[in-house]
């Protein structure tokens, strides 16, 4: 009988070693997309044409900690109301007073010039006036008259508690259909035999 000769140690340091330069990368991502970033697909146009349909969207989630919400921040958020995740423009902060006026936006009586991100034909229309609590802010969708936002809710302010982090930019693809749809299809198509309907 052969005796059975055990594995020296540095056999399996190069093994651990092996499984840490996996894991770490993994370990890294999460954090990042769980304390640093957070990432979603655009699935409206309700922000066009800054934030585009089928784009992949970053926000930045440390980006409130030293600094305040400001007018004009797109922020992305989980709606209490809705239970989902939207993305808007935000237009009032606490104390401010918001109105309407022949399509424009007015906020502590002054007309807010907003050429910057939406076209000069554009109208935003609402016959409410709201004055925004402490804690919370006012939103807007860019595509104002094709946009579901806090001009129609039954609560119209969200909660700064709530907002998962600020926009910071895009990718022109989306990661949930582009990739992950795709690679949800073949482990379907492998784990099932041929002929039986995916649930892609």
Same mark, same amino acid.
């Given at each position: 009988?052969?005796?059975?000769?055990t594995?020296?140690?540095s056999?399996?340091?190069?093994?651990?070693?092996?499984?840490?330069?996996?894991?770490?990368?993994?370990?890294?991502?999460?954090?990042?997309?769980?304390?640093?970033?957070?990432?979603c697909?655009?699935?409206?146009?309700?922000?066009?044409?800054?934030?585009?349909?089928g784009?992949?969207?970053?926000?930045?989630?440390?980006?409130?900690?030293?600094?305040?919400?400001?007018?004009?921040?797109?922020?992305?958020f989980?709606?209490?109301?809705?239970?989902? @995740?939207f993305a808007? #423009?935000?237009? *009032?902060?606490?104390?401010?007073? $918001?109105? +309407?006026?022949?399509? &424009?936006?007015?906020?502590?009586?002054?007309l807010?010039?907003?050429?910057?991100?939406?076209?000069?034909?554009?109208?935003?229309?609402?016959?409410?006036?709201?004055?925004?609590?402490e804690?919370?802010?006012?939103?807007?969708?860019?595509?104002?008259?094709?946009?579901?936002?806090?001009r129609?809710?039954?609560?119209?302010? @969200?909660?700064?508690? #709530?907002?998962? *982090?600020?926009?910071?930019?895009? $990718?022109? +693809?989306s990661?949930? &259909?582009?990739?992950l749809?795709?690679?949800?299809?073949?482990?379907?198509?492998?784990?099932?035999?041929?002929?039986?309907?995916?649930?892609?």
């Amino acid at each position: 009988m052969k005796d059975i000769k055990t594995k020296p140690l540095s056999y399996w340091l190069s093994k651990i070693k092996e499984c840490l330069s996996i894991i770490y990368p993994i370990l890294i991502v999460l954090i990042v997309f769980t304390k640093i970033l957070f990432a979603c697909t655009c699935a409206s146009g309700s922000m066009e044409p800054a934030l585009k349909v089928g784009t992949t969207t970053f926000y930045n989630r440390l980006a409130y900690i030293r600094h305040d919400i400001e007018r004009g921040d797109i922020i992305a958020f989980k709606s209490d109301e809705f239970g989902v @995740i939207f993305a808007k #423009r935000v237009i *009032g902060i606490p104390g401010d007073k $918001i109105s +309407f006026e022949n399509g &424009y936006v007015v906020v502590n009586g002054l007309l807010v010039d907003e050429t910057e991100y939406i076209g000069e034909n554009i109208e935003t229309n609402c016959e409410k006036s709201f004055v925004v609590p402490e804690g919370t802010v006012f939103v807007l969708g860019d595509n104002r008259e094709d946009s579901y936002d806090s001009r129609f809710w039954q609560n119209p302010y @969200i909660p700064e508690n #709530r907002i998962l *982090g600020k926009y910071i930019g895009a $990718i022109p +693809f989306s990661v949930e &259909y582009n990739i992950l749809r795709p690679i949800r299809g073949l482990i379907s198509l492998i784990c099932f035999y041929p002929g039986q309907p995916l649930d892609a």
